[in-house]
């Protein structure tokens, strides 16, 4: 942590205050959703990066389940409900819960790329158990429709 000794340069203030936000944004950008693009053997350095690595394991363990909530996630790396929310809000931008229904959709669109199961199947399987939010979610998230997305993948 840096401290700033009175008095200051407000123009060191703000320059100080810049910094700290663009690292922010920066480390917002590298964890948002990063496991999807990461080799699995990536190794863990920072705590964040230990934070996050041991949110995608237990995300990678349960995802397919539709009763896996946020208070299990909380539960299950050790975290109350404010602590996580407070911790992944600020390295993501998401709450858990989008974040966990991001991991499911990232989940549905490679199941979808890479295999013959239809969309209900796809969605079943990684945790919706409502197919027309799975939908609404999907062209939201990848800004196309699911039969979309596994039509030309399939094609």
């Known amino acids: ?39 699995a053997g990536h190794a863990v350095v920072t705590a964040d990066e230990k934070f996050m690595g041991r949110l995608n394991s237990i995300l990678e363990r349960s995802y397919h389940d539709p009763e896996f909530s946020t208070s299990a996630l909380g539960r299950e790396a050790g975290y109350s409900h404010s602590v996580l929310y407070r911790k992944l809000k600020a390295l993501t931008n998401m709450s858990p819960n989008a974040y966990i229904r991001n991991f499911r959709l990232i989940k549905a669109q490679r199941l979808l790329a890479s295999s013959n199961l239809d969309v209900s199947s796809a969605a079943y399987s990684c ?26 993948q399939n094609h």
């Open 127 to 152: 945790g919706f158990s409502n197919l027309s939010y799975f939908s609404k979610c999907f062209k939201e998230f990848f800004h196309q429709a699911p039969h979309e997305s596994h039509n030309s």
């Open 1 to 39: 942590m840096t401290y700033v000794t009175k008095p200051f340069d407000q123009e060191m203030l703000l320059a100080r205050m810049k910094n700290l936000l663009r690292e922010r944004k920066i480390l917002r950008e590298k964890f948002s959703l990063a496991w999807a693009n990461s080799p």
